[in-house]
T-cell receptor
Framework: DTEVTQTPKHLVMGMTNKKSLKCEQH?????MYWYKQKAKKPPELMFV???????INESVPSRFSPECPNSSLLNLHLHALQPEDSALYLC?????????????FGPGTRLTVL | GQSLEQPSEVTAVEGAIVQINCTYQ??????LSWYQQHDGGAPTFLSY????GLEETGRFSSFLSRSDSYGYLLLQELQMKDSASYFC??????????FGTGTRLLVSP
């Protein structure tokens, strides 16, 4: 199984809503990532979890709150978002063996903030 | 800062060969990866170069010259399904991947 799954596929939310994005992998990977991708732009790293601990936060606003309940699951909690936060949110995972790790991406959640 | 430059768009016909270049300036360098992303899809890993030279995987090859801070992806025997965006990405450190600007490849019949 080399698949990373993400739910929901699409999400529309208002600026006062609270919602969560979910990501799951069953490859035994110990590193999990959140990326943000705007249209026609490259993915940008947001957070990295290694062995269920937050290892990298790329100065992401606090309205985005990641959580790693266990080694297979990764959540991104959203609160008080802005319209400019509308984007494709990608989850990825890797073995966490070093800089040459291959990252496997999920299909993403397309988020629209009204 | 980090900078990875790619051509914005490349067009080619089925059966042709196309090369997508990537020049980079990053604060760290452990290797260069290439990812393919179809519209609405997930980025999919294609190749990784840590050392100078050519790596071949089927119809795709990737080249790296660390002294020139340059790499390219070579796609041979192009097929319609190869129409997608292609990103180079530099591993700048442990768990850190910085993506290039992306190249949209359009393959026509």
């Amino acid at each position: 199984d080399t698949e990373v799954t993400q739910t929901p596929k699409h999400l529309v939310m208002g600026m006062t809503n609270k919602k969560s994005l979910k990501c799951e992998q069953h490859m035994g990977h110990r590193a999990m990532y959140w990326y943000k991708q705007k249209a026609k732009k490259p993915p940008e790293l947001m957070f990295v979890y290694s062995y269920e601990k937050l290892s990298i936060n790329e100065s992401v606003p606090s309205r985005f709150s990641p959580e790693c309940p266990n080694s297979s699951l990764l959540n991104l909690h959203l609160h008080a978002l802005q319209p400019e936060d509308s984007a494709l949110y990608l989850c990825a995972s890797s073995q966490d063996n070093g800089a040459s790790d291959t990252q496997y991406f999920g299909p993403g959640t397309r988020l629209t903030v009204l | 800062g980090q900078s990875l430059e790619q051509p914005s768009e490349v067009t080619a016909v089925e059966g042709a060969i196309v090369q997508i270049n990537c020049t980079y300036q990053t604060s760290g360098f452990y290797g260069l990866s290439w990812y393919q992303q179809h519209d609405g899809g997930a980025p999919t890993f294609l190749s990784y170069n840590a050392l100078d030279g050519l790596e071949e995987t089927g119809r795709f090859s990737s080249f790296l010259s660390r002294s020139d801070s340059y790499g390219y992806l070579l796609l041979q025997e192009l097929q319609m399904k190869d129409s997608a965006s292609y990103f180079c990405a530099v591993a700048t450190g442990f768990q850190k991947l910085v993506f290039g600007t992306g190249t949209r490849l359009l393959v026509s019949p």
